[in-house]
Nanobody, 124 residues
Framework: QVQLVESGGGLVQAGGSLRLACAAS????????MGWYRQGAGKQRESVAT???????NYADSVKGRFTISREGAKKTVYLQMNSLKPEDTAVYYC??????????????????WGQGTQVTVSS
């Protein structure tokens, strides 16, 4: 009942910028927290940045000072502003959300959802 739609990926030269967006939709009561993960070629998926419903943000050490995560509550959208991009930032970036959702027969639950991923490629 919940979907995450990502946008903003692409190819950029080192030192450039990209802005990723992820919009959540569906039978949502509350998005507890949202974030971005990435997976480079031959690597495991890793956390990049997360933000709670209260606005607390957490960043991987490798992106601190370069990436900024923000959240727009009304449209249930999370953004990742990526500046000073490096070749090592190349990966598929996935949107993530932990959601309290409404279900049939006036029930609710909590579950994790993932977007399909968007490719970010940074050239030297």
């Amino acid at each position: 009942q919940v979907q995450l739609v990502e946008s903003g990926g692409g190819l950029v030269q080192a030192g450039g910028s990209l802005r990723l967006a992820c919009a959540a939709s569906g039978s949502i009561v509350e998005i507890i927290h949202m974030g971005w993960y990435r997976q480079g070629a031959g690597k495991q998926r890793e956390s990049v940045a997360t933000i709670t419903s209260g606005g607390y943000a957490n960043y991987a050490d490798s992106v601190k000072g370069r990436f900024t995560i923000s959240r727009e509550g009304a449209k249930k959208t999370v953004y990742l502003q990526m500046n000073s991009l490096k070749p090592e930032d190349t990966a598929v970036y996935y949107c993530y959300a932990r959601v309290e959702y409404t279900a049939p027969w006036d029930r609710t639950g909590v579950s994790d959802y993932w977007g399909q991923g968007t490719q970010v490629t940074v050239s030297s």
